[in-house]
């Protein structure tokens, strides 16, 4: 949670972590950062002062991540930093700081789990039952969901997650990348195997490294 929430601060900041990445770095092709630049570059970011050109999402990175900075010490940074640099080097380069895509990637399959599991406790887990749970998550009856949709059923379902979770849910959920989930692509969560999943994307790390 403490590296995905620092990850969406800084896209939210800068669009992209390459673009994150050009900022720590200064920008000079094949730079690597130290742990002591990965945190000045968070400190300075976050205490830079607002200004007129700065867009309403880059903001609201900015307050993401001063609010970052003061609920996490200087031990979790280290450890961010730590799980970034797989190989134990001194520095960390671009590839290693993009790597944080992945641990997004595998919160997103550890909460749809958690979703998973829970619709199972609380309606079973036949077919019947996942098509009722998508009924009452299809709150304005278009027989599909998009994001919002999904968010506003799972609230009504009396899911105890937040929207930005259940953001992350939604697109493992649309496969099609379509930006809506049909019925059927919503009962595919009955074979939804997160173990599989997880393996998967760390042996994609373990090559990354």
């Known amino acids: 949670e403490v590296l995905h929430e620092l990850r969406v601060a800084l896209l939210h900041l ?3 972590d ?3 990445y050009a900022k720590l770095t200064g920008g000079a092709d094949g730079a690597r950062a130290s742990l002591a630049d990965f945190e000045a570059f968070l400190i300075r970011e976050a205490k830079e002062p607002p200004t007129q050109s700065r867009s309403e999402k880059a903001a609201r990175g900015a307050d993401e991540l001063k609010a970052w900075l003061e609920k996490t010490t200087e ?3 280290s450890r961010v930093f730590a799980s970034l640099n797989q190989g134990n080097s001194d520095t960390i380069d671009l590839t290693d700081f993009q790597s944080m895509s992945l641990y997004t990637a595998m919160l997103a399959v550890r909460r749809l789990d958690h979703f998973q599991n829970w619709v199972f406790e609380q309606f079973g887990r036949s077919r019947e039952a996942l ?5 009452v998550l299809d709150v304005r009856d278009e027989k599909s969901l998009n994001r919002r949709t999904f968010s506003e059923g799972t609230r009504g379902l009396g899911y105890p997650f937040n929207p930005e979770a259940t953001k ?3 697109a493992l959920l649309d496969r099609n990348f379509t930006g809506t989930v049909s019925s059927r692509e919503f009962q595919r969560l009955e074979d939804f195997h997160a173990g599989n ?3 998967n994307l ?3 790390k ?3 490294d």
Request: no cysteine; charged share 20%.
């Open 206 to 208: 373990r090559l990354a």
């Open 197 to 199: 999943l997880l393996m």
């Open 202 to 204: 760390k042996a994609l």
């Open 131 to 135: 098509a009722q749970v998508f009924q």
């Open 75 to 77: 031990e979790d940074r």
């Open 14 to 16: 800068f669009g992209n």
């Open 18 to 20: 390459a673009a994150a």
């Open 168 to 170: 992350y849910m939604f």
